[in-house]
Nanobody, 116 residues
Framework: VQLQASGGGLVQAGGSLRLSCAAS????????MVWFRQAPGKEREFVASITWNSGTTYYAEFVKGRFTIPRDNAKNTVYLQMNSLKPEDTAVYSC??????????WGQGTLVTVSS
């Protein structure tokens, strides 16, 4: 199973970006998919997650009301819709997935840079 994150780039403060994370490979039954981020010089932090079957979502306080984590069941893809971006959102965003068999997978990150 491979996870591929994409959609990062340079955006001005107040703008929007949508990141994608697609799971591919052998049959993969996701239980939960998660977005993390790591800013320069800082530790990795949780951003948002979605439990696949129920659609239950959780968000870090610092993104509530600005980010959402929709999914496409048919494509085994999760998105991170980021609105009202701030310079402090600048980071490498990575996705991770847990399968129904408790396997965990990590994808390479995509860089988001928010200019002031």
């Amino acid at each position: 199973v491979q996870l591929q994150a994409s959609g990062g780039g340079l955006v001005q403060a107040g703008g929007s970006l949508r990141l994608s994370c697609a799971a591919s490979g052998r049959t993969f039954r996701p239980y939960k998919m998660v977005w993390f981020r790591q800013a320069p010089g800082k530790e990795r932090e949780f951003v948002a997650s979605i439990t696949w079957n129920s659609g239950t979502t959780y968000y870090a306080e610092f993104v509530k009301g600005r980010f959402t984590i929709p999914r496409d069941n048919a494509k085994n893809t999760v998105y991170l819709q980021m609105n009202s971006l701030k310079p402090e959102d600048t980071a490498v965003y990575s996705c991770a997935a847990a399968s129904v068999t408790s396997d965990e997978y990590w994808g390479q990150g995509t860089l988001v840079t928010v200019s002031s």
